[in-house]
């Protein structure tokens, strides 16, 4: 049974660093593209950062570029995204995604990933 479990969430003030981690089990995702997703209350779900199956080729959305990292360990099957300078507008529940097609595209689009963890919540208090 493939699973994607998240963690590092928690509360943060506003200027401050996260790092969430998504650990996959069940299957190896080393040459899959996998990305971090992120949905606050109220809103619809969006695309945070995405890495492919070679960890240089990397995607973030405007909203965070330059202050999140999205990094892959494949050693541990593991994916990090780094969060500095966060803002309360950050805040939300972030989910890691795997796309199950190995060697398949990177992609910004939440219905190209088959696999997705639990979600982890983010809050920035200002």
């Known amino acids: 049974q493939v699973q994607l479990v998240e963690s590092g969430g928690g509360l943060v003030q506003a200027g401050g660093s996260l790092r969430l981690s998504c650990a996959a089990s069940g299957r190896a995702f080393t040459t899959n593209a996998m990305a971090w997703f992120r949905q606050a209350s109220g809103k619809e779900r969006e695309f945070v950062a995405g890495?492919?199956?070679?960890?240089?080729?990397?995607f973030y959305a405007d909203s965070v570029k330059g202050r999140f990292t999205i990094s892959r360990d494949n050693a541990k099957n593991t994916v990090y995204l780094q969060m500095n300078s966060l803002k309360p507008e950050d805040t939300a529940v972030y989910y890691c995604?795997?796309?199950?097609?190995?060697?398949?595209?990177?992609?910004?689009?939440?219905?190209?990933?088959?696999?997705w963890g639990q979600g982890t919540q983010v809050t920035v208090s200002s």
């Open positions: 995604a795997a796309n199950g097609r190995r060697y398949g595209p990177l992609s910004f689009v939440a219905n190209e990933y088959d696999y």
């Open positions: 890495i492919g199956w070679t960890s240089g080729n990397t």
